[in-house]
């Protein structure tokens, strides 16, 4: 059993919290990795855009690692 999605909501949910948002201005919501015309599962991998205070953008990446 993989838990990238449970890995993912949780990261997501610090991101998201008062402790972080001194430093982090937009968190957004979990990516799937999605065929683009068909829209099933292509893998486990979840990605959430973070940016900062700074304006620097960030991906964060969920994976299985194979």
Known sequence: MVY??????????????EDAN?????????????????GYFQSTKKVI????FNGTKYKVTVEEVI
């Open 4 to 17: 990238c999605d449970f890995i993912a909501d949780q990261i997501r949910k610090v991101l998201c919290s």
């Open 22 to 38: 001194s430093h982090v201005e937009k968190v957004g919501m979990v990516q799937y990795d999605l065929h683009p015309t068909e």
């Open 49 to 52: 855009d973070v940016e900062d």
